[in-house]
Nanobody
Framework: QVDLVESGGGLVQAGDSLRLSCTTP????????MAWFRQAPGKEREPVGA????????RQPDAMRGRFIISRDNDKNMLYLQMNNLRSEDTAVYYC???????????????????WGQGTQVTVSA
C-alpha cells in the first residue's frame, strides 16, 4: 500500500500562484508514475497532468497546459503542481494519484491509478 498526502491548498485571489505538493513515506515513490487530478463541485474528476516515474516526461490535456506545471523530486519523495494565474474556475479539490506503468497506458483515466491521496482544497476568489 502507498499512502499519498497532498498539501499546499488554500484560499487565494484570482491571478495568484500556488504550489501543491504530494508525498509518500514509503520506498515506492521513485518508481511510481504520478498524476494530478481535480474535482470541482458538481463535476467529474478531471486530469491536470501526469508525469513519468523518472520525471523526464509530462503529459497534460491541452486545456491544462501553460498555467499548470508538474514536476517531481525523487530524492525528496515529492511531487509538485505549480499553479499560476489562478482563476475562479480552478476552484476544486486537487488529488494526487500514483501507480506503476500508468503513464503510457492511460495517464488521464482516474480508474487507471492504484493509489490516491485525500485531496487538498484550492479555492480561488475573484
Amino acid at each position: 500500500q502507498v499512502d499519498l498526502v497532498e498539501s499546499g491548498g488554500g484560499l487565494v485571489q484570482a491571478g495568484d500562484s500556488l504550489r501543491l505538493s504530494c508525498t509518500t513515506p514509503g520506498d515506492m515513490f521513485s518508481v511510481l508514475d504520478m498524476a494530478w487530478f481535480r474535482q470541482a463541485p458538481g463535476k467529474e474528476r478531471e486530469p491536470v497532468g501526469a508525469i513519468f516515474w523518472q520525471g523526464t516526461s509530462v503529459r497534460q490535456p491541452d486545456a491544462m497546459r501553460g498555467r499548470f506545471i508538474i514536476s517531481r523530486d525523487n530524492d525528496k519523495n515529492m511531487l509538485y503542481l505549480q499553479m499560476n494565474n489562478l482563476r475562479s474556475e480552478d476552484t476544486a479539490v486537487y488529488y494526487c494519484a500514483a501507480g506503476i506503468d500508468k503513464y503510457m497506458t492511460g495517464p488521464f483515466s482516474p480508474g487507471n491509478y492504484d493509489y490516491w491521496g485525500q485531496g487538498t482544497q484550492v479555492t480561488v476568489s475573484a
